[in-house]
């Protein structure tokens, strides 16, 4: 490939970045965070839906794997740009042992350079595992050969036996959008498990199996939100089936607001009357948010709290003094606009990394406090990812401490760990990193 052409985002947000922090702040390093840390950035999902195999004593996983482009590097090769990248699937036992490994080459191409950044293009893959039933951990990786990066995503799964149970439904598949042709019903997947709220709504689709035939399957689908309480339901029947029946339930998003929600869908038999092996439970989680905002907020006042470390003192009481949450999105994102160093794309690339290093510094930094709020969140969120850590957690005669290295701000930031329970502090901080300060 003609490297020369090499087309790296991340080092336009470096770029751009300062001006969002410029005059009288501070620039920011590499996006990516050091090899020595464990990485929580998110640049591309993935979806394990269980169904039902076809093979005796066996069940199926299917992987979804969605990459977006803005997260991709591209080469310009003639009049297109590409991008090429290695996806693996690993799932293992629980005790780590390797039950099957798919890997695949994948390259996409786009002729306008303006697609390399759309939050509109996605690459999606899909692979079919059939294994036996029981608890697993998944292990999906995308490697990038050309910059030799890569980034993992580690989760767990438990995998039903559909064949156990009189009455059993599959995992929910969360979905965007359904198309028809013909007799068939096509489905494009919401692998995030994140839609917008201004959308006309979304999917649920699962299968149900029965071991007998059913003369009525009766189905109530719950919705809950993040303080468990109930905010949506329905009731309805489908048709008999002999013993595999596909079911969509559709969802109106609009009627939600942005946050995390449970949905809970229960099935009876119409001739099951009070026996409870004759009913089926499947859930699963997805968020809803806002269109022209990350996917990672799901409160506003939560994200104006979370400006301390970019706005002044006043910026933050003008958008807090916003009567509705309405008036405090709009006045919230007035301030991002005034940022934003591209007015004519559709997305705020600053907003964006800001709120995903938010993100990272709660995952990887909270202990008895959001980590946002913590001194290596701030650290984090105002400088970015430290291009080299040094870790002391046992040495004699000194409390545990990190060194956190920015070479290109000729800087260092050293964390102690006073207490023993992973409560880091900054060690001589300089005036420039609590400037903003509330």
């Known amino acids: 490939m003609n490297t020369l ?9 470096f770029i751009l970045w300062g001006v969002l922090l410029s005059p009288g702040s501070v620039t920011v390093s590499q996006v990516e965070f050091s090899r020595a840390g464990p990485r929580f950035d998110t640049n591309f999902y993935y979806d394990v839906i ?4 076809d093979q005796p004593g066996k069940s199926r996983i299917d992987v979804y794997v969605e990459v977006p482009y803005r997260e991709l590097h591209f080469v310009k090769i003639g009049n297109e740009y590409v991008a090429s990248f290695e996806e693996t699937v690993q799932l293992l036992t629980r005790d780590k042992q390797l039950v099957d490994q798919r890997s695949w080459n994948n390259e996409v191409s786009v002729k306008d350079f303006s697609e390399t950044s759309s939050d509109k293009h996605n690459s999606l ?4 595992i059939n294994v036996t039933p029981g608890d697993f951990e998944i292990s999906v990786q995308i490697y990038e050969p050309e910059i030799q990066k890569r980034t993992n995503l580690h989760g767990t799964i438990r995998v039903t036996d559909f064949g156990k149970d009189e009455l059993s439904f599959s995992d929910i ?3 965007n959008k359904l198309t028809k042709a013909g007799d068939k019903t096509g489905i494009i997947p919401n692998v995030a498990a994140s839609f917008p709220r201004q959308t006309d709504g979304f999917y649920l689709f699962f299968e149900a199996y029965h071991i007998s035939p059913v003369d009525s399957l009766f189905l109530v689908c719950h919705i809950f939100n993040s303080a468990k309480k109930e905010v949506w339901k329905k009731d309805e029947a489908e048709p008999p089936s002999e013993s595999k029946l596909q079911i969509f339930i559709k969802v109106d998003s609009t009627m939600f607001p942005a ?3 449970t949905v809970v869908v229960d099935g009876y038999n119409a001739r099951s009357g009070s026996n409870p092996d004759l009913k089926a439970t499947t859930s699963r989680r997805f968020s809803i948010h806002w269109s022209d905002m990350p996917m990672t907020i799901s409160s506003i006042e939560k994200a104006v709290d979370e400006l301390r470390y970019v706005a002044k003192s006043e910026e933050i009481d003008y958008i807090e003094a916003g009567t509705t949450d309405d008036e405090k999105r709009k006045r919230f994102l007035e301030f991002w606009n005034k940022r934003n160093p591209d007015p004519s794309s559709d997305r705020n690339a600053l907003m964006e990394e800001y709120y995903r290093r938010v993100d990272y510094a709660n995952k990887a930094f909270t202990r008895y406090t959001e980590g946002w709020k913590t001194d290596m969140g701030m650290v984090y969120i105002r400088l970015g990812p430290p291009e080299n850590i040094e870790r002391h957690p046992f040495e004699m005669d000194t409390k545990p401490y990190e060194v956190w290295y920015y070479y290109q701000l000729n800087r260092e930031c050293v964390f102690v760990d006073y207490s023993g329970f992973g409560d880091y502090r900054l060690q001589n901080p300089t005036a420039d990193l609590f400037r903003g300060l509330r």
């Open 5 to 13: 052409g090499y087309i790296s985002k991340k080092r336009l947000a």
């Open 50 to 53: 269980a169904v039902s195999s």
């Open 125 to 128: 893959t899909h692979q079919q």
């Open 173 to 175: 598949m969360l979905v």
């Open 259 to 261: 946050g995390q929600y």
